[in-house]
Each structure stands twice: as structure tokens, then as C-alpha cells.
């Protein structure tokens, strides 16, 4: 295990907030053409943080449109304008079916049958919701993002079927069902896990259809860097090493949370935006949105960790202060965090303005369902 003065080194030099970019990204071979042998990248610029404003949280669930109470006056117009609980439904239909479709039962049953298990066990979908949002905001269709969309859910499952296992996070519900290691024995967990993230690459190449080669070439790119040694697995592996040590600060919590979490999501708008035939302009824009996002998702992951019970979170509740990790509530307060999310929400819609107003409802609207999520 690394020593804590390595990691806290390794943070300081890789944070997203930190630096300019986080991973160098395929996306310029859109805008800029390779030239003979010479390769044009571009880097990325992070947003800073900005000043903590005071508001508290509420809650609601993953199928109700926010009420008047739970969403702010400047948002008030466009969420009550726009049906998302009607938005939310049609899209994880047309998701679950996809998903249902792309992974078919067949020789060897038992691998398939485990990553259908974890793959359809429900959830609340944000991510493939994400990703076919941002590529209609930049004038896509469904269609277009679709199979990038279940790539991601594809490879958000095997996140959460690895992180299940006992080497890792050791737990035994997810999603109100048993983990898989639990059903089919920890070898084919992490093969049905391995299986899942294969074919997500496979499923994007070959089933991505009305969009150039170049951008699904760049989509591909983005979705691999998001999950690589620089962005979820760097997560994972600081994560680990932080586990029970009693000097993990902010910063190390941040960037396990910036790549562990909010790396995927960052991918899944991302994604959608290449793909939807985005400007690099607004590539770049969503793609601080999605940062602010996937930050705040895990901000009030570590808030409903403390607040709510296992049977509503269908997980297991307060597993992060049994294993003593650190989280956001126990670093700032339950308050501060709370505080700390909702500036991050103010910072994501804010990022919006300049996007046709009702094609970036349901990202607005996303935006407000996860800062106020239940479970």
C-alpha cells in the first residue's frame, strides 16, 4: 500500500482542479485534422471552484418533478415548463430496452446471465440520460447517442459490480438486490464485470449509427481516458489507499470524487455532445458541466450515506463511517456539505446559459434531481 505522503503527492500533481486538463483528449482530431505524422491535442481548461453560498438541500425521488420548494426562483420557469418525470420515464424505457436488446441471453449462459443481472437490475439511469440529453442539446437525435449511452451504463455497472467485491468495497446490496459476487460467486462477478466493459467498446464501434468516424472515434477516446489509470481507476486506487487513515483532507477526498465519480459522468455528456455534432465550444462548456455534476452527485452520495436508511437507499447505509472513509460530512459537516452541493448545482446551471432554454430543460432539470435525489 502507498504511503500517504505518495498520494498526497500524486494528488497534488494529477487534481482536475488543479490542473489544466485532466487527460488529453481525441476530440481535437475533430476540429483539428491530423496533419502528415503530427498530431494536433488539445488540453482542457478546469473551472475553479468558487465562494460556498448558504442553502440547504431537500430530497425528492428519482420519478417526481421537482416542486416549487425544491428548485430555485431562477430555474422556477423552465422546470415547471418541462415535463420531467414524463422526460425521465420515456428515456430509461428507451434505454432499458436498448440494454435488454444489446446484451441477449447465450452460450456460456451463466456469464450472461450475471451481467444481465447487475445490468438490468434498475437504477435511476442518469448517466445514458445524460448523454442522450447533451447530444439533442447540441441538435443529435436519440438515436445517434444511444448505443454510447448504454456503453456508459455498460461500464458504470462494471464499476459497480468490481467495487462490490470484498477486495474492494465488500459489500453485499445494490440496488435493493444481492451484489453479484453474492449470486454468482466472486470469479464470475469479476468476468461478467470484464465482460460488460468489453463489449461497451464493441457496442459504441459498431452500433453507433448517422455520426462520422472521426467523432465516434473521439467518443471512444473520451469514454477509455474517463475510465483508465487517469480517471475512474485513479479514483478507485486513492480511494483504497486513503481507506481508515485519519489525515485525508479535502484535497485527496476531492480527487477521488473528480475521477471515482465524476469522470463517467463528465464522459456521458461529453460523449453525447461529440456525437450530437458539437461545436468545440460547447464540448467544452458541457464538459465543466459535467464536472460540477458528477462532483455534486457523490457530495450528496456521501449526504445520503448519513441521512437515509439501507432500505431506502437499496444500498448499504453508513458503510463509508464503519470502513472509516472519508466523505464530504465528516471533513465539513453535514451543513457545510449541503452547502458545499448546492453551490455546486448553482455553478452547473449557470453553465447552461447560452444553450437554447428548452432544449437544456432536462439538463437543468437533471442537474436539480440529483442535487435533491433521495436514494
Known amino acids: 500500500m502507498r504511503s500517504m505522503n505518495l498520494v498526497d503527492s500524486w494528488v497534488q500533481t494529477c487534481s482536475m482542479f ?5 487527460c488529453r483528449s481525441l476530440i481535437g482530431l475533430i476540429y483539428n485534422p491530423i496533419k502528415k505524422n503530427t498530431p494536433n491535442f488539445r488540453n482542457y481548461s478546469s473551472f475553479p471552484l ?3 453560498q448558504q442553502r440547504p438541500v431537500s430530497s425528492s425521488t428519482v420519478s417526481a418533478i421537482l416542486t416549487k420548494e425544491e428548485t430555485d426562483s431562477s430555474n422556477q420557469q423552465i422546470t415547471t415548463q418541462f415535463d420531467f418525470n414524463g422526460y425521465m420515464l420515456l428515456k430509461a424505457n428507451s434505454i432499458n430496452k436498448a440494454l435488454d436488446d444489446a446484451v441477449v441471453l447465450r452460450d456460456p449462459p451463466t456469464i450472461h446471465e450475471a451481467m444481465r443481472y447487475s445490468l438490468l437490475a434498475g ?6 440520460v445524460l448523454c442522450i440529453a447533451s447530444c439533442e442539446l447540441v441538435g443529435g437525435g436519440e438515436s445517434q447517442a444511444m448505443p454510447a ?8 455497472t462494471m464499476s459497480l459490480i468490481h467495487d462490490d467485491l470484498p477486495c474492494m468495497d465488500n459489500d453485499d446490496l445494490r440496488r ?5 459476487h453474492k449470486v454468482f460467486g466472486e470469479d464470475v462477478a469479476v468476468l461478467a464485470g470484464d465482460s460488460l466493459l468489453a463489449f461497451a467498446f464493441e457496442f459504441i464501434a459498431t452500433s453507433t449509427i448517422g ?4 467523432r465516434i472515434l473521439a467518443a471512444i477516446g473520451e469514454l477509455a481516458k474517463s475510465i483508465g489509470a487517469e480517471g475512474l481507476v485513479a479514483g478507485q486506487v486513492v480511494d483504497l489507499n486513503c481507506t481508515g487513515m485519519s489525515n485525508v483532507g479535502l484535497d485527496e477526498l476531492e480527487f477521488i470524487h473528480i475521477h471515482k465519480t465524476a469522470a463517467l459522468l463528465e464522459a ?4 453525447g455532445a461529440i456525437l450530437g455534432g458539437g461545436d468545440e465550444q460547447q464540448v467544452e462548456k458541457l464538459r465543466k458541466f459535467a464536472r460540477c455534476i458528477g462532483l455534486l452527485f457523490q457530495v450528496v452520495d456521501d449526504i445520503l450515506d448519513v441521512t437515509k436508511s439501507s432500505m431506502e437507499l437499496g444500498k448499504t447505509a453508513g458503510k463509508d463511517l464503519v470502513v472509516d472513509k472519508a466523505t464530504y460530512p465528516k471533513l465539513m459537516g453535514l451543513e457545510k ?9 448553482e455553478e452547473a446551471i449557470d453553465l447552461l446559459s447560452g444553450f437554447d432554454e428548452g432544449k437544456a430543460a432536462p439538463l437543468v432539470a437533471l442537474t436539480n434531481y440529483i442535487a435533491h435525489r433521495q436514494n
Open 211 to 214: 455520426v462520422s468516424p472521426t
Open 176 to 180: 435493493g438486490k444481492l451484489t453479484n
Open 149 to 156: 449511452a448504454c456503453a456508459v451504463e455498460m461500464i458504470h
Open 123 to 128: 437504477g435511476k439511469r442518469v448517466r445514458p
Open 18 to 22: 488543479n490542473q489544466p486538463s485532466r
Open 337 to 345: 456539505s449541503r452547502e458545499f452541493a448546492d453551490k455546486l448545482k
Open 268 to 271: 456521458s455528456v461529453v460523449l
Open 50 to 52: 468558487r465562494q460556498i
